[in-house]
C-alpha cells in the first residue's frame, strides 16, 4: 500500500481538480447536451419531482441518477450540467488516487489526460448518466484497492443505479480481490463485496420494478447494425479525438523502444495484477460496444483502465506523451490534414448551439400550420417536449415514429396531415422501413439542424 500523499502533492491534486472543473464551465450552458437522451434524462426528472411517481427516461431505467435529475429538473439546464461536471471531477480525483495506489510516477498528468480526454470532456458538460455512474465504478475501485470491500459493493451498487452497465465492472474487481488475497480473506472479502453489491443494486431498481414489472429490463436498438465506418469513428476517433488516436497509435510503433521497460514492469507482481483488472474490464466494455454500437460514450468505463495500463507498462516519458496528445485532443481536429482548433469541444458545442434555434425554428412553424397536424419529429422530439412541456403546439401533435401504414391512416382519420422533419424521414425508412414521402407526408419547412458526428438518428 503506497504511503499517504506528502501536503504538496494534495495541493497539487486540489488545485487540478479546480482546474478541471473550470475547464467544464464554458461549456454547461447550451440546452442538457446533444444526446436527445439528456433531454429525456429531464422530461422523466420533472415528471419523478411533479408527482413523485418514478418514471424511466427509457428502460432499463436510471433510477438513482433520474432521482438525482429531479431535484435540479426545473432549474436551468446550466445547474443539472453543472451537477455532472462536479461527479467529471471526483472521477479525476479518484482516478488520481488509483493511479498512485498502483505505484504510476506521474499519476496526475494521466490523470489531467483522463479529464480530458474527448469522450470524458464532452459527457461531463450534459444532463447524462455516463460520467455519475463512471465516478461511482471509480470510487468502487479504490475503495477495493484499500480493502474496503463492503465500500465497494455499495458504492459500485449506487453507480448500477445510475447506469446498469456499470455492473460489469464486478468481475474484474473480484478477480482483483482473489489475485492479491490469501484464499480464506479473499473468500470472505469477495461474499461482502458481491452480497452488498447485490443488495444495493436491487434496492435501487426497485421503482424500475414496481412501475414497470420484471419487463423492465430491455434495450433498444436503433434500427440495423450501423455501418463499419460509423462503427469506427464511434468507437476510435469520437473517443479519443483525431490527435488522441495519432498519440495511441504512435504509442504502439515505439513499442519496440520500450520493450525491456514493459518487461521489467510486469516482473512486478502487483503491477500485473491491476494490468488483468484493466484488460478483463477493457474486455468487457468493448464487447458491449461491439454488439450495439449506438454511442460512443458506451466506451467511456473503458478509457480509464486503457490509461491506466499505458501508464503502468510504458516509460513515464512515453506516457507523458501520450498524455499531452490527449489534453490537446478535445481542442485540435484536423482538416485535410491542416490542425485546427475546431476540436470536439468546439464542434460539440456548435452542435448545441444549433439544436436550440432549430427546436424553437420548429416550433414556430409549426404553430403557423393551418387545421392539425402530427410532426413526425423522430430524436427532436424531447427537446420540442421539454420546451413546450408536452407534445401539442395548439391542435398540433408532436410524434416520435410513425409505427406502420395503419398508424399513418389513424392520423389521417382524426383529420390531420402528416409533416416530418428534415432527416427523420431517413431514420424513419432505417427504423420501420417506412417512406414518409411516398405514404403523402412532407417535410417541414426548417432548415436542418447541424448533426452530432456519426450520428444516423437516436
Given at each position: 500500500m503506497i504511503p499517504a500523499a506528502p501536503a504538496r502533492e494534495r495541493l497539487a491534486?486540489?488545485?487540478?481538480?479546480?482546474?478541471?472543473?473550470?475547464?467544464?464551465?464554458?461549456?454547461?450552458?447550451?440546452?442538457?447536451?446533444?444526446?436527445?437522451?439528456?433531454?429525456?434524462v429531464v422530461i422523466a426528472a420533472r415528471q419523478i419531482a411533479r408527482t413523485g411517481v418514478y418514471e424511466a427516461s427509457r428502460l432499463p431505467g436510471y433510477p438513482v441518477y433520474e432521482y438525482l435529475s429531479a431535484l435540479s429538473a426545473t432549474a436551468a439546464p446550466w445547474v443539472s450540467n453543472a451537477v455532472t461536471a462536479l461527479f467529471s471531477v471526483a472521477a479525476f480525483v479518484l482516478f488520481a488516487l488509483i493511479a498512485r495506489e498502483l505505484g504510476v510516477r506521474r499519476y496526475l498528468l494521466i490523470a489531467l489526460a483522463f479529464a480530458m480526454t474527448p469522450v470524458v470532456y464532452l459527457s461531463s458538460c450534459c444532463t447524462m448518466?455516463?460520467?455519475?455512474?463512471?465516478?461511482?465504478?471509480?470510487?468502487?475501485?479504490?475503495?477495493?484497492?484499500?480493502?474496503?470491500?463492503?465500500?465497494?459493493?455499495?458504492?459500485?451498487?449506487?453507480?448500477?443505479?445510475?447506469?446498469?452497465?456499470?455492473?460489469?465492472?464486478?468481475?474484474p474487481l473480484g478477480l482483483w480481490i482473489l489475485l492479491t488475497t490469501a484464499p480464506r480473506p479473499a473468500v470472505r472479502q469477495c461474499l461482502a463485496f458481491g452480497i452488498t453489491l447485490l443488495l444495493v443494486s436491487v434496492l435501487c431498481f426497485l421503482p424500475v420494478l414496481r412501475r414497470y414489472g420484471t419487463d423492465f429490463f430491455v434495450f433498444y436498438d436503433n434500427g440495423g447494425y450501423p455501418p463499419l465506418d460509423v462503427v469506427y469513428?464511434?468507437?476510435?476517433?469520437?473517443?479519443?479525438g483525431q490527435l488522441g488516436l495519432l498519440g495511441l497509435l504512435a504509442l504502439l510503433c515505439a513499442a519496440p523502444g520500450y520493450y525491456r521497460f514493459t518487461r521489467a514492469a510486469l516482473d512486478d507482481p502487483r503491477t500485473r495484477y491491476a494490468l488483468t483488472l484493466a484488460v478483463v474490464a477493457i474486455a468487457l466494455y468493448l464487447v458491449a460496444f461491439l454488439r450495439l454500437p449506438d454511442e460512443s460514450g458506451y466506451l467511456l468505463p473503458a478509457v480509464p483502465f486503457v490509461l491506466l495500463a499505458i501508464a503502468l507498462l510504458t516509460p513515464p516519458w512515453v506516457a507523458g506523451a501520450v498524455a499531452l496528445a490527449l489534453m490537446l485532443s478535445s481542442w485540435i481536429a484536423f482538416d485535410h490534414g491542416v490542425p485546427t482548433l475546431d476540436g470536439p469541444i468546439i464542434e460539440d458545442h456548435l452542435v448545441r448551439e444549433s439544436q436550440q434555434r432549430s427546436t424553437r425554428a420548429v416550433i414556430d412553424a409549426v404553430a403557423s400550420l393551418p387545421g392539425r397536424a402530427a410532426i413526425v419529429s423522430g430524436w427532436v422530439l424531447p427537446r420540442i417536449t421539454l420546451a413546450l412541456d408536452g407534445d401539442q403546439e395548439g391542435p398540433h401533435q408532436f410524434i416520435y415514429l410513425v409505427e406502420d401504414p395503419a398508424d399513418y391512416q389513424h392520423y389521417l382519420a382524426e383529420g390531420r396531415e402528416l409533416y416530418y422533419l428534415p432527416g427523420v424521414d431517413l431514420y424513419e425508412s432505417q427504423a420501420h422501413d417506412l417512406e414518409l414521402a411516398e405514404l403523402g407526408a412532407r417535410?417541414?419547412?426548417?432548415?436542418?439542424?447541424?448533426?452530432?458526428p456519426a450520428s444516423t438518428g437516436e
Open positions: 491534486l486540489a488545485l487540478a481538480a479546480v482546474a478541471v472543473l473550470l475547464t467544464r464551465l464554458p461549456w454547461i450552458g447550451s440546452g442538457y447536451g446533444s444526446d436527445p437522451d439528456g433531454y429525456r448518466d455516463y460520467i455519475p455512474a463512471l465516478a461511482g465504478q471509480l470510487a468502487a475501485t479504490y475503495a477495493l484497492l484499500r480493502r474496503r470491500p463492503m465500500l465497494a459493493g455499495l458504492l459500485l451498487g449506487l453507480s448500477i443505479g445510475c447506469r446498469i452497465t456499470a455492473g460489469a465492472l464486478a468481475l469513428t464511434r468507437a476510435l476517433p469520437l473517443v479519443w417535410q417541414l419547412a426548417v432548415p436542418r439542424e447541424r448533426q452530432r
